[in-house]
């Protein structure tokens, strides 16, 4: 658990998928629905200013009876996300975020974004760093032997 985070990004790979703040929220949601994602972040420029997710849509725009394809994102976005730093751990992470009820997560390196990565992503690495543990100890059990 004491790995940085941007070994998990390696992983799933660095692609950042943005709008910009002055797309309308129909736009965006068919941007997420074409790329199967429940979130986009919201930029201007380089800079990140929001994050915009399908529980966005939910609340802020059907709840609120917003018109979507006249609503700019801009509008109904959670402005200034919590962003993750790229040197991290994985259990400082949890730590940080434990009680809060973020399903996607901006990482930042040196001040600039280099990916995102969901709670999921997170729950993956984790349950395949306890598989190779639980293999590791299945064969010390095994043979006795713990170079393995």
Do not use: W
């Not at 965006?28 to 930029?43: F, H, I, P, S, W």
């Not at 018109?67 to 940080?96: F, G, K, L």
């Not at 997560?105 to 709670?119: K, Q, T, Y």
């Amino acid at each position: 658990m004491n790995a940085p985070i941007s070994t998990i990004l390696e992983k799933k790979g660095e692609e950042i998928f943005s709008v910009a703040s002055n797309v309308t929220v129909s736009e965006a949601v068919q941007e997420m629905n074409k790329r199967r994602t429940g979130d986009v972040l919201v930029m201007d420029g380089d800079k990140l200013v929001g994050i915009f997710t399908e529980r966005d849509v939910l609340v802020r725009v059907v709840g609120a009876n917003r018109d979507p394809r006249s609503t700019p994102i801009a509008h109904v976005m959670t402005r200034d996300p919590v962003t993750i730093d790229a040197a991290s751990t994985v259990e400082e992470v949890m730590d940080q975020h434990t009680g809060r009820h973020f399903r996607h997560l901006p990482v930042m390196d040196h001040g600039r974004l280099i990916g995102v990565l969901s709670v999921r992503d997170i729950m993956r690495y984790i349950a395949d760093c306890n598989s190779v543990k639980a293999e590791r100890l299945e064969e010390f059990i095994e043979t006795g032997r713990n170079d393995i």
